[in-house]
């Protein structure tokens, strides 16, 4: 099973400030077989990023995914009120299709 | 445009049995996966069940092994998801999610809350 740990988990920033958050697996991910989702609180979430790097229909530019292997990062230029919220990462390279525990953004 | 749509929440009992449905439209039913995934009370997503509307092929979480099935119904475009011998650790909201995510999926039903409680 590929496990996912996400750092840090929570990150508290001001709007306007850019967020970096870690995604790291513990067995390399295929073909950049990784998901990035957003969920604002009481939501279901929602794919911001697949393939690593391809951002999903209507996601804004600010975000951005990147890395390959074992270590990826989810990139959000500068932070509008909206973006606050939680991050999950999840691999879809293999069965289990495993999730990350979580990265909060949080307001400063 | 594609939707999912999941049967309303369930209170159960210590040892019963769940079933939640998963209504699929405005894509070809048969051509994509769906995934289960659930979220207890302020943790984060556990992936459980994935199944292959087109064959009705499974792939499960070890952790839910023997627990768990998942069926679908092509004639509705609907997948279910049953969990057997419920514990109050089974207290959580339950997603099904498309697959596909480069061809218009990673789309969310709304989720089932599902309180086990005696």
């Known amino acids: 099973e590929i496990v996912l740990t996400q750092s840090p988990g929570t990150l508290s920033l001001s709007p306007g400030e850019r967020a970096t958050l870690s995604c790291r697996a513990s067995?390399?991910?295929?073909?950049?077989?990784l998901a990035w989702f957003q969920q604002r609180p009481g939501q279901a979430p929602r794919l911001l990023i697949f393939?690593?790097?391809s951002r999903a229909t209507g996601i804004p530019d600010r975000f951005s995914g990147s890395g390959y292997w074992t270590d990826f990062t989810l990139t959000i230029s500068r932070l509008e009120p909206e973006d606050f919220a939680v991050y999950h990462c999840?691999?879809?390279?293999?069965?289990?299709?495993?999730f990350g525990q979580g990265t909060k953004v949080e307001i400063k | 445009q594609v939707q999912l749509v999941q049967s309303g929440a369930e209170v159960k009992k210590p040892g019963a049995s769940l079933k939640v449905s998963c209504k699929a439209s405005?894509?070809?039913?048969?051509?994509?996966?769906i995934h289960w995934v659930r979220q207890a009370p302020g943790q984060g997503l556990e992936w459980m069940a994935i199944?292959?509307?087109?064959?009705?092929?499974?792939t499960y979480a070890q952790k839910f092994q023997g627990r768990v099935s998942v069926t679908r119904d092509t004639s509705t475009s609907t997948v279910y998801m049953e969990l057997s011998s419920l514990i109050s650790e089974d207290t959580a909201v339950y997603y099904c999610?498309?697959?596909?995510?480069?061809?218009?999926?990673?789309?969310w039903g709304q989720g089932t809350m599902v309180t086990v409680s005696s």
């Open positions: 999840q691999q879809y390279d293999r069965p289990p299709y495993t």
């Open positions: 067995q390399s991910v295929n073909s950049n077989n």
């Open positions: 393939g690593a790097s």
């Open positions: 199944i292959t509307p087109s064959g009705g092929g499974t």
């Open positions: 405005g894509y070809n039913f048969i051509s994509y996966n």
């Open positions: 999610l498309r697959g596909g995510y480069d061809s218009g999926g990673g789309v």
